[in-house]
């Protein structure tokens, strides 16, 4: 069978001050294994807001009902998923910077994560964090915040009847949420992990 997972969730950009004018991105990283090989594919969202009012701007404004189909999905011998997401204002970045960017990232995970994977071991929370934190960005964008969480058995937990749902994974609760801070910026991302196979 062929799982599609689902990660649905809303964005709520909290500080007045940093609402104005923002228009925020995010780039999801996903990891797991296949055959003793880590697998690393992102997601990037590109705008997900253009220019939030200014003048007369509530003290919050939210995004909802947003969702990223993860690329890769963990199997019953391989049964970790890991994921982590990082925030952006999109700024003074082009295209191909962006891109560059993703793919240094992707090199870096692998160097970071890969031997753990080829030990035939899933790699810890911290370690996919500090993997993905360490290559930010460089150049216009400003960086947000990074947050991570790993599914350690989720391969063997999903139940492949066809029927879609919600799925609270092992170490996880349901309406998790990440919290992105920089300066006076806060954003908090609500999410729930959803599960459904074919075939």
Not at 6 to 35: H, K, M, N, Q, W
Not at 40 to 63: C, E, Q, W
Request: aromatic letters at 8%; a negative charge.
């Amino acid at each position: 069978m062929t799982d599609l997972i689902t990660i649905e969730y809303s964005l709520r950009l909290e500080d007045v001050a940093e609402v104005r004018g923002d228009e925020p991105r995010l780039e999801f990283i996903f990891l797991t294994g296949l055959g003793g090989q880590l697998q690393v594919k992102t997601v990037d969202t590109g705008i997900l807001a253009v220019n939030f009012p200014g003048r007369g701007a509530p003290r919050s404004i939210g995004l909802s009902n947003l969702e990223v189909h993860v690329p890769i999905s963990p199997t019953q011998a391989n049964r970790f998923l890991g994921f982590a997401v990082r925030a952006y204002e999109w700024d003074s970045f082009d295209a191909s910077d962006r891109a560059s960017a993703l793919d240094r990232l992707v090199e870096n995970v692998q160097l970071r994560i890969g031997p753990t994977v080829a030990a035939s071991r899933p790699p810890t929370v911290d370690q996919i964090w500090l993997a993905v934190n360490e290559r930010p960005s460089v150049g216009g964008d400003d960086r947000i915040g990074v947050s991570a969480r790993l599914f350690r058995s989720l391969g063997s937990e999903v139940i492949r009847d066809g029927v879609r749902r919600t799925i609270v994974p092992e170490g996880s609760q349901a309406n998790d949420a990440f919290l992105f801070r920089s300066g006076g910026a806060r954003w908090r991302m609500q999410f729930d992990v959803a599960h459904q196979s074919f075939g």
